[in-house]
């Protein structure tokens, strides 16, 4: 049959740049089978773009591929699908949320990790934010996400024949990502400026679609800076502290604007991180100039409408700036408020009058928000007392810091082949009641056999692709062919797999398991009981402490008693995030306590049915139950890191050996772990519906959005 190619290809790349251009695709269907089959290779090597695949494909190849994998009905479902969500009637937000679907909440953050194609994250922080936005897009809250487009984003890593980690940086083309150029209420492409005392800084702004909610991206790659401007949101935390603060002033005061300039006032300012916290100062100027407020009044309306959310315990993490840069970057805001210097940096003193203190984005925004939180239980408790001297009257547990842990985007991270079990063992209807208890107690029914086939797929998926990528890893350094042999064979799909993943920032200990190595070899080559290691994470790269971590946990994976067992992997992102915490049995943490202000790793994990081992810190010390995973120590802190150190190896040692090695390898007749079984459906059911976004979600919206929001309390759950 003849058939009009031109047209039918016209249509099937409509329908396929459609859904490249909402991330929905990545967790509401399963996108990546359409672009996977698309376009395998180019898929793969771009860093799982649907933009890249679309691209390469001309009309005749495109709709081959198409009908070769009989993909059309897929497409359109899928679109259809896409638009139905993307309307969202009946969804809680529509029911709950008010006169804010007018005013809404606008969500300020400096990373965003939404998708290892768009690397404008560095880790925790931005994978939080992410999920926060689908979260609330899931939720139907009305939600706008602010933050930057750094073109070379975070970088791309890669280790040396010695393990040293290196940096690249691959440059991000915005349009060709799908992201659209705003434009201003007269069509013109939307350009926003921020006055310093030295000139004036400009940004593009572009827009991603996260499902229902816009995430608008500020770019100063613009003609209309000076040279040296243009290149200022290249790069997350890439530079020195003017860089920073004049990202940090694009970010919170040119996002407000941005804003403005697009017709929309916020009813809720959320600042994720003191880094936007310029936006409430903003705010705070806009008050004043349009309503006439006095400043303290005008403080006061800003504050009672502003949430800020801390997320460190580490003092190097809070970022301060000296006198003369922020005279220089703020001036022109303070003087539309009537304040001099001295009156400015009052607003991130902890004491005003104290002319020596540096000028601090959290004390700015515990000034400028009335509702405060930390990330996790114990990290509310670090807050207070790490912040009590602003509130010098008060008794610590009265200081206002609350706290709202934080959670994971299930659809995000749990595996298909878990969400099927799901599905056949939950009562219909559970993702929209997945932040209720009573959803997921029907998991501690479940058949072993069903459960044990699932983790036995996973891992299996997980086992393939790391020896995938370590084989390729190693190929491109030029190691020994011998090295790349072992790695054929890496790992063990019978043995215990426990995974160690996330930011080698030092507090983290990523080496803490490696402290001796005759130890790890009687863990690693027990004949009865085998452990593997997989690791993987990115080092600042300024951080030559944790490239030492690095290279200490890539020697150990060279060594002949380790080779193929200990395995180390370039280039942890979300995509290898999302891999590892579906395919380990084990996901282990040990920070220095109390470091680790939430961690949020351990509940991909938890929705993967791995069982968590670690130090109890962050979302683990609510989390743990005594039966739904393993702690290591009992949550003590000494006053000697070395000491505190060398205590938790020892118990982790100890745990693996004693608790966690046995209970996995006690089997039944038929070779099934029914202990370990019955630990993971404990956890499934104890720990799901607590640490999944959308209860961190409801959390905020009910604690903290409506209320600020003026939005009157409904029965709202
Ligand atoms: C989940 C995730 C993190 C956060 O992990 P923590 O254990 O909380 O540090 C960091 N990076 C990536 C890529 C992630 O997916």
């Not at 700036?321 to 922020?326: A, G, I, K, T, V």
Request: charge should be negative; charged fraction near 25%; aromatic fraction near 6%.
């Amino acid at each position: 049959m003849n058939r009009p190619l031109h047209a039918d290809a016209a249509r099937l790349r409509a329908q396929l740049l459609e859904l490249a251009g909402n991330l929905w695709w990545s967790w509401g269907i399963d996108g990546a089978a359409i672009f996977h089959a698309l376009d395998p290779e180019r898929f793969e090597a771009s860093g799982h773009d649907p933009h890249a695949v679309i691209a390469g494909l001309d009309d005749a190849r495109l709709v081959a591929r198409v009908d070769a994998h009989g993909l059309a009905p897929a497409l359109d479902e899928a679109v259809a699908k896409l638009r139905a969500y993307v309307a969202g009637d009946g969804t809680w937000g529509r029911m709950h949320a008010g006169r804010l679907h007018h005013a809404p909440i606008a969500y300020f953050s400096a990373e965003f990790g939404l998708h290892e194609s768009l690397p404008i994250y560095s880790g925790g922080l931005g994978v939080l934010a992410g999920d926060h936005l689908k979260s609330a897009s899931d939720r139907g809250l009305p939600l706008i996400g602010i933050g930057l487009l750094y073109r070379e984003g975070y970088f791309r890593q890669t280790l040396d024949r010695e393990g040293w980690q290196e940096q690249s940086y691959p440059t991000i083309d915005p349009s060709a990502k799908g992201l659209r150029r705003v434009v201003d209420r007269a069509g013109e492409p939307l350009l926003v400026t921020v006055e310093t005392q030295t000139g004036a800084i400009h940004a593009a702004v572009w827009e991603q679609a996260v499902g229902r909610v816009r995430l608008l991206l500020l770019d100063s790659h613009v003609e209309q800076n000076a040279e040296a401007d243009r290149g200022l949101t290249h790069r997350l935390y890439g530079g020195d502290e003017q860089m920073r603060i004049r990202q940090e002033l694009l970010l919170g005061v040119g996002g407000l604007r941005a804003l403005g300039a697009l017709g929309i006032r916020p009813g809720v300012l959320h600042l994720n991180e003191g880094h936007s916290a310029f936006a409430a100062l903003e705010a705070v100027a806009t008050h004043v100039e349009r309503e006439g407020l006095r400043l303290d009044d005008a403080v006061q309306e800003v504050a009672s409408r502003t949430l800020f959310t801390t997320h460190t315990p580490v003092p190097a993490g809070h970022d301060r700036f000296h006198e003369d840069l922020l005279v220089e970057h703020l001036l022109p805001i303070a003087t539309r408020l009537g304040l001099d210097a001295r009156g400015l940096m009052a607003f991130g003193r902890v004491h005003p009058d104290s002319d020596d203190e540096t000028f601090c984005m959290t004390v700015l925004a515990l000034k400028l928000a009335h509702r405060v939180n930390g990330v996790s239980y114990l990290h509310g408790r670090v807050s207070r007392e790490m912040w009590k001297r602003l509130w010098p009257e008060r008794p610590v547990h009265q200081v206002p810091i609350g706290h709202v842990t934080n959670g994971v985007h299930l659809p995000t991270f749990c595996a298909p082949r878990m969400e099927h079990l799901l599905d056949a063992t939950l009562e219909p209807g559970w993702r929209q009641a997945q932040s209720e208890p009573s959803t997921w107690a029907p998991m501690l029914e479940v058949s072993d056999a069903a459960l044990w086939e699932v983790r036995r797929g996973l891992k299996r998926d997980l086992v393939h692709h790391v020896r995938a990528l370590a084989i390729a890893q190693a190929r491109r350094r030029g190691e020994d062919v011998a090295v790349q042999r072992a790695l054929e064979e890496a790992l063990d799909e019978d043995a215990l797999l426990i995974g160690f993943a996330r930011r080698f920032a030092t507090y983290k200990r990523a080496s803490l398991v490696l402290e001796d190595l005759d130890v790890l070899d009687a863990l690693v080559n027990d004949p009865k009981h085998p452990m593997r290691f997989v690791f993987a994470g990115k080092a600042h790269p300024k951080d030559e402490g944790g490239k030492r971590l690095l290279q200490t946990v890539f020697r150990a994976s060279r060594d002949p008693r380790f080779l193929g067992k200990v395995v180390l992997l370039e280039g942890y992102d979300l995509s290898l995030g999302r891999a590892l915490t579906r395919g380990v049995d084990v996901w282990l943490n040990n920070p220095r306590r109390p470091l680790e202000a939430s961690g949020t790793s351990g509940q991909k994990a938890v929705l993967n049915g791995a069982l968590n081992c670690s130090i109890l810190d962050g979302w683990w010390e609510e989390g743990f139950d005594g039966a739904n995973g393993f702690a290591i120590g009992a949550g003590e802190v000494h006053r000697d890191a070395a000491i505190q150190d060398q205590r938790d190896q020892e118990d982790l040692v100890r745990v693996l050996r004693e608790e966690v090695a046995p209970l996995y390898y006690a089997r039944d007749a038929s070779g099934t772990p029914t202990p370990w079984l019955h630990r993971v459906k404990r956890a499934m059911a104890t720990l799901a519906w607590r640490f999944v976004a959308d209860r961190m979600v409801r959390d905020y919206a009910i604690s903290g959005y409506l209320p600020a929001g003026g939005v009157q309390l409904s029965d709202a759950r």
